[in-house]
């Protein structure tokens, strides 16, 4: 496993606190993808969370109707996950390392109406990136909808990172309240750029969220993207 998968495994196993849905998921949800699932509730489609990690999207998804599964390679988090659902079976903790074949519930090539990765493709360099891009889209029944997030280059994180490889930046910041290193990240500089890197999808819309807590630390800068296979 290369060094940088190895550094963000290690990161991610303490997990990642995360009690409720984010408010950019609802708002995806009421913007758009209401509006391509609202009215097929009742047949429990299938939506995959890629990197659920505690299960607050996922349990949001669930309560509106869907049949959903998440994985993630953080064993805590998963464990978080399974008591909160109520269940154990839609769960996997997953290998770190991408593979286009991966099919961690059987669907063999199309059972996703809907895919979900919120916070967690860049933790993959440019390559891995688009191998784990191409696992999803072949677990994806044709048409169906791909939500991801990303984070930019205004993220505070960039200013503290420097060039690793295959588009990878190593993140290193301590202060009071963060220790990090060791920590890699594929940032995202512009429209155009994030268009490129999820070509294979047909955009449906892209758009951004940001927060900013503490004047020291700064922005928390995130795209979104919204794509049909
Ligand atoms: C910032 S957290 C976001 C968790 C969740 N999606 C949310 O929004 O609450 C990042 C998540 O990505 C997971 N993760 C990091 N690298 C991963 C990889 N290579 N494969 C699967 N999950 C990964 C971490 O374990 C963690 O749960």
Redesign the pocket.
Known sequence: MDEY?KG??DY?QK??Y?PNV?SYVFRMWGQVLQYDFSDKQSSKLKML??????G??LSFFNQLGFDAYG????EY?LDICKKRMGCSEHFKV?N?V?NKDDDWFDVRGGGWSLVT????LY??SDDDLQERLLSLYNQMKPGAILCATMMGTKNYFYKHSRPYKNGMRCVTLKNERLSIDNYYVNFIENEDELIKKFSMFKKMHIGYYDSCFREDEGSHFHWTYIGRK
């Open positions: 998968l963000n495994f991610w997990g990642y995360a984010e969370d890629f990197g659920c990690g505690q607050a999207a994985v993630d390679i953080s988090d997953v770190p991408p990765a919120f916070q967690v933790y993959y």
